[in-house]
């Protein structure tokens, strides 16, 4: 039968040569109509999910704030009462100052915040020590804990104001009080502000800041075989002192800027402003041991931590400071950004990766977890929604758990602009999806991919830049035990007031504590090295580091814990942890600091 649809020879050749341009063709057509700079991840769900904010204005104002318990800590170790002044000018700064003393205490055991107003007869006798933090000098303790700090026995931290108020005001009570204690807090010895740049504590010069500090009235010692000088005022330059200029007084050396007598330790003043130029705050955080575990051995510990590793790092870099610090015996940790979330090149959209996408970076992980890395989460994607927060919007750059801005001036009013190399870094409030449930969900989510990735189930968080809201500290707590940063606290979280972001405190550790929060904090105290000014921030070079570690040498438990970029060389890194070992740390895991 003839087949009648058969191409002849010469028509099959003409459809093989009409053919062949077709790919080439469609091919062209495709590209032609395709934007070449298009990136992996541009508008991929995991771009649209981090870039999307669900809330409306409406949903964020009706966001419940979180509460937290005036009582936390450890329930297994000591007892610490902390007492601040509720009332007057400074009863916000007051509130600050004792949940950051409170946090010191937990360091030790469990801490209760209190207003020095509300105490009642005989409640220090439930704890093991009590930490009172006079603020206002216009207040006065209640009677019931003046009676009790007179006639008791538990050990008793009394910080700056109020003090005379102790003396009491019955006859010849002035002679009673320094018959006992030895000295008399109604007639102190005062020397300038500008006078003490330094004091002295256990043969080292610590550091004092002037900048935000009063007029120093030291403790006048009448019977010295009762009051032990604990730190010592230092006038004029730390290297060539002189003697005081005290009112009212020839110049005198030696004058005491704490003293211990039976039960009570007393300071000058309260040293928790600016602490990150003012080292009597070490000083502070060590005489916590006198009040409750005099008998502790010192110990020096360091710790280090690799920062912003994430889906675009680079896999050399990390194996090469992975090989480093293996051979150098030196246990770290990587702070893992699971999610990474930026603008296209272009700038007119916006492109989403993770670990998952990024088989390189894992492997890369993978081979540091088995030379001694220890993998945290670190934020989820370390930004938020397509805000310049406040820089750019990118990973590893901006806010994740709290909306920033650049401002001109440090302090209010602000004026809000262009992120400048001299601008300040300033708070603006919570980002728009702050309610717990939101900030456990993203949370989570970073957590799972990392251990999608096959890395492992991550036991330790790191917040992004050190700040988070309220809510989000919640949401952490709720999926973490531990953080390993520094942190801000905010008033209201004691006191029942409005919490706003103008009033917060930033505090760094000297040591383990578990913080009002409700997790364990790892110290990270010696910041990193930077290689240009940064935010009216100085270049930190490894000298800089190795004298903040220097530094905390005051506190028994002494640790060193900084963080470290891996695109920076390895030759910063080497001298850094170089000189921390020399000067007599130990690194360890994290998890081990105490």
Same mark, same amino acid.
């Given at each position: 039968?003839? &087949? ?10 003409? @459809?093989? +040569? ?8 469609? =091919? ?33 104002? =009706? ?39 409170? #946090? ?11 207003? *020095? ?25 209640? &009677? ?13 931290? @009394?910080?700056?104001? #109020?003090?005379?108020?102790? *003396? ?23 020397? %300038? ?7 002295? $504590? ?54 005491? @800027?704490?003293? %211990? ?8 003043? *309260?040293?928790?402003?600016? !602490?990150?130029? #003012? ?8 005489? $916590? ?23 675009? %790092? ?17 246990? +770290? ?16 959209? @916006? $492109? ?9 970076? *894992? ?142 405190? %930033? ?8 913080? !009002?929060?409700?997790?364990?904090? $790892? ?11 940064? #935010?009216?921030? =100085? ?5 800089? !580091? ?15 814990? +900084?963080? +470290? ?30």
């Amino acid at each position: 039968m003839e &087949k009648q649809y058969q191409l002849s020879r010469r028509g099959r050749m003409g @459809w093989v +040569f009409a053919l062949v341009p077709l790919p080439l063709v469609a =091919a062209g057509v495709v590209f032609g109509l395709t934007d070449d700079s298009l990136v992996e991840g541009e508008n991929s769900l995991l771009a649209q999910h981090y870039t999307t904010v669900t809330n409306s204005d409406a949903d964020a104002s =009706a966001v419940k704030t979180a509460t937290f318990s005036p009582r936390f800590g450890r329930p297994d170790g000591a007892r610490t009462l902390v007492l601040y002044d509720g009332t007057g000018t400074a009863s916000v700064d007051a509130e600050l100052y004792g949940i950051a003393a409170a #946090n010191l205490a937990t360091h030790f055991g469990e801490a209760e915040v209190a207003v *020095v107003g509300d105490y009642t007869a005989d409640t220090m006798e439930d704890f093991d020590a009590v930490v009172y933090l006079g603020k206002d000098f216009e207040a006065t303790p209640p &009677k019931a804990f003046l009676t009790d700090v007179r006639e008791g026995t538990v050990p008793v931290l @009394w910080v700056e104001q #109020n003090i005379d108020d102790l *003396v009491g005001y019955e006859p010849d009570s002035i002679a009673e009080f320094v018959s006992r204690y030895g000295w008399n807090p109604t007639a102190p010895l005062e020397v %300038s502000n500008d006078q003490v740049k330094s004091v002295s $504590y256990k043969d080292r010069s610590v550091r004092r800041n002037t900048l935000n500090s009063d007029t120093v009235y030291s403790p006048r010692i009448v019977e010295p075989g009762k009051a032990r000088t604990l730190a010592t005022i230092v006038c004029g330059d730390p290297e060539s002192p002189h003697a005081c200029d005290v009112v009212g007084e020839p110049p005198m050396t030696g004058l005491a @800027w704490a003293v %211990s007598s039976g039960h009570l330790i007393y300071l000058t003043e *309260v040293p928790l402003n600016d !602490i990150d130029q #003012n080292d009597l705050y070490l000083i502070f955080s060590d005489l $916590y041991y006198d009040l409750l575990a005099p008998g502790t051995e010192p110990v020096r510990q360091a710790a280090l931590r690799l920062e912003d590793v994430g889906p675009e %790092s680079d896999s050399g870099d990390l194996r090469k400071v992975a090989d480093y610090l293996h051979d150098a015996g030196v246990p +770290f940790q990587v702070a893992v950004m699971p999610v990474h979330v930026a603008r296209t090149p272009d700038e007119d959209g @916006w $492109y989403g990766l993770s670990l998952l996408d990024a088989p390189k970076v *894992v492997e890369a992980l993978k081979y540091m977890q088995a030379r001694g890395g220890t993998l945290i989460q670190h934020g989820t994607s370390h930004q938020y929604g397509t805000l310049d927060n406040p820089y750019s919007g990118r990973t590893g750059e901006d806010y994740e758990f709290y909306q920033y801005g650049c401002t001109v001036t440090e302090r209010p009013p602000y004026e809000f602009g262009e992120c400048e190399a001299d601008s300040y870094i300033t708070k603006i409030g919570p980002v728009a999806e702050d309610s717990v449930e939101q900030h456990v969900a993203r949370i989570e989510h970073g957590r799972q991919v990392m251990i999608d990735a096959g890395l492992g189930e991550p036991t330790i968080f790191e917040t992004p830049h050190y700040t988070a809201s309220v809510n989000a500290h919640a949401a952490i707590a709720a999926v973490y035990e531990a953080r390993y940063e520094h942190s801000d606290y905010y008033a209201g979280m004691v006191s029942g007031k409005k919490i706003t972001p103008t009033s917060y405190y %930033s505090q760094y550790f000297p040591y383990t504590v578990h913080d !009002i929060y409700g997790t364990t904090v $790892y110290p990270e105290n010696l910041g990193n090295i930077t290689e240009t000014e940064q #935010n009216n921030h =100085a270049i930190r070079d490894p000298e800089y !580091i190795i004298d903040r570690a220097e530094a905390n040498l005051v506190v028994r438990e002494s640790t060193a814990s +900084f963080f +470290f970029h891996p695109y920076l060389g390895l030759d910063l890194l080497e001298q850094t942890v170089t000189g921390i070992k020399k000067l007599g740390y130990t690194f360890v895991p994290v998890g081990d600091l105490r």
